[in-house]
């Protein structure tokens, strides 16, 4: 979406999904074995360029505030030059507009 679309894209793509009264997220692709996996991650590492990246910093203070768990949000470019140390127990997800990211997808 457009820089100025994304705060209400975010909402409504969280609609039904998100339990303002108990603080709870409800994502049916995140049940059984990978709902255990995101529960019991170290740290969420989003990966992303371009509006993709704009788009993971403005969803950050959501995440920072439900998760239990460091969140971390990474220029996927300055990331393979970087080379970070990422852990078993870490919880990447990797973001793209177009689902082609030259960067991301090498990340």
């Not at 403005?58 to 995440?63: E, I, M, S, Y």
């Not at 971390?72 to 140390?85: G, H, T, W, Y």
């Amino acid at each position: 979406k457009e820089i100025h679309e994304q705060p209400d894209t975010i909402v409504n793509s969280m609609r039904g999904r998100f339990s303002y009264v108990d603080k709870s997220l409800h994502l049916n692709a995140f049940v059984g074995q990978n709902g255990r996996l995101l529960k019991q991650a170290r740290r969420f590492v989003f990966l992303a360029c371009g509006t993709s990246l704009n788009a993971c910093l403005a969803v950050r203070p959501l995440f920072d505030e439900l998760a239990e768990c460091p969140i971390q949000v990474e220029n996927a470019s300055d990331f393979l030059d970087r080379r970070p140390k990422i852990f078993r127990d870490d919880v990447c997800l990797f973001v793209s507009q177009s689902g082609e990211t030259a960067d991301t997808l090498r990340a």
